[in-house]
């Protein structure tokens, strides 16, 4: 079942799926109040910051698919969304027989994705992929790790924390025989 409140402007949607960072999505409101007959699809086409593929698939396949579920592979979305073209798809498939990844995390090793794109689709349209993601488990690991960390530095006694270690000092190095003039040195000296 698809998760609640998938239908947002489509400014708030290209910035949570990571296409759009809030500075763009301030820059291209303002746009609008100067110019209200453009909507802000178009000026984030004329700005060259998300391309009409991604705007189209945003304001007209998405919500369909937030409120009816998807009936195909996730790499059929990003080629939709005009995220990924068709020969990157040919590519990350024949890498998939091979490296056993999904499709997204290939993608996203070739920078043809962000992470948070990635995330953000998974998500909204594979919440149960997104359960068994390595990016996201890394991720969710990494940040219990910290926790951890930070909650037993919290519960060491104040005196009890290992002191800051003395730096080391540096071995010095042999100095190093004068070496004579070769030929072809030239003196700038003026």
């Known amino acids: 079942m698809p998760a609640p409140n998938k239908t947002r402007p489509l400014g708030e949607m290209l910035r949570r ?18 110019q209200p007959d ?39 979305y990003f ?35 962000s992470q948070e794109t990635l995330d953000w689709f998974l998500r909204s349209l594979a919440p149960e992929e997104s359960a ?6 890394r991720r969710q690991s990494n940040n219990g790790d910290r926790m951890s960390q930070a909650n037993q530095a919290r519960s060491t006694p104040q005196g009890a924390q290992s002191q800051p270690s003395q730096p080391k000092p540096v071995a010095e190095s042999p100095a190093e025989a004068p070496t004579a003039p070769k030929p ?7």
Do not use: C, H, M
Request: glycine share 10%.
């Open 17 to 34: 799926a990571g296409l759009l960072s809030q500075a763009q999505l301030d820059v291209v409101l303002q746009d609008q109040q100067w």
């Open 38 to 76: 453009l909507r802000i699809g178009d000026i984030l086409e004329l700005r060259g910051w998300v391309k009409r593929d991604a705007i189209e698939f945003f304001a007209e396949q998405w919500p369909k698919l937030a409120t009816g579920g998807r009936d195909n592979p996730i790499g059929y």
């Open 79 to 113: 080629q939709q969304a005009g995220l990924l073209d068709s020969q990157q798809v040919e590519t990350l498939l024949k890498e998939q027989q091979q490296a056993g990844l999904r499709i997204g995390a290939l993608a996203v090793l070739r920078g043809w994705l």
């Open 132 to 137: 068994s993601s390595a990016f996201i488990k």
């Open 184 to 190: 072809d040195d030239v003196s700038w000296v003026g």
